[in-house]
Nanobody
Framework: QVQLVESGGGSVQAGGSLRLSCAAS?????MGWFRQAPGKEREGVAC????????GYADFVKGRFTISQNNAKNTVYLQMNSLKPEDTAMYYC????????????????WGQGTQVTVSS
């Protein structure tokens, strides 16, 4: 497993932007961002296979969020634009060294989460 440290959460008004960062302690085959709002299940947001650079997105963020990576730093980023109040949630970074579904929940390593709050 790798250790993950997220940063970049905060509070913004609707329409604003935030950039989340996730620094991993080592190599991962795939990394993803997930979120969980109060009273709701955790859901996949965006993911990347670090070797190929293939990315995946949930439909509700396509065109607004972009996942990127810096392999030299074992870091992934989530650029979030055009934020909506319904994007309010705790955002978690996840990583796994094995092949698996990009947006599936089967990740072995999870960060502590960073809160994103979007006000209307």
């Amino acid at each position: 497993q790798v250790q993950l440290v997220e940063s970049g959460g905060g509070s913004v008004q609707a329409g604003g932007s935030l950039r989340l960062s996730c620094a991993a302690s080592g190599y991962s085959y795939r990394m993803g961002w997930f979120r969980q709002a109060p009273g709701k299940e955790r859901e996949g947001v965006a993911c990347v296979y670090t070797g190929s650079g293939f990315t995946g997105y949930a439909d509700f963020v396509k065109g607004r969020f972009t996942i990127s990576q810096n392999n030299a730093k074992n870091t992934v980023y989530l650029q979030m634009n055009s934020l909506k109040p319904e994007d309010t949630a705790m955002y978690y970074c996840a990583a796994d060294k094995t092949v698996g579904r990009c947006l599936g929940p089967e990740y072995k390593s999870w960060g502590q989460g960073t809160q994103v709050t979007v006000s209307s």
